[in-house]
């Protein structure tokens, strides 16, 4: 992970950041957009799971070093390409 909390990945980018009323994100980026095959869903899969914990990792080191509840995740965003790729994916606290 680098300064501005932007973690790259061969296959994805995550930005991880909070909005306005303190409502944790994390951006997940495709560069070339991830189709409907089980390869795209085992990347799809895997950056999720690195958002959440992306996520997590921000509220211990920014907020509660032991956060007392479980957290849910929703998926605030996603952004579709005209030839139905996912190009990116926002996952959010809920």
Partial sequence: MNKKGIE???DYKLNTYADGFGIWHSQITYPGG??????AEAIADKSMRAAKRAIRRAIVER???TPCKRLSYKVA????ASDNRL??????EA
């Fill in 34 to 39: 991830i189709g409907n095959t089980w390869e």
């Fill in 8 to 10: 790259t990945m061969e």
């Fill in 77 to 80: 965003a996603n952004d579709i």
């Fill in 63 to 65: 907020m509660d070093p």
């Fill in 87 to 92: 190009r990116s994916l926002t996952i959010a």
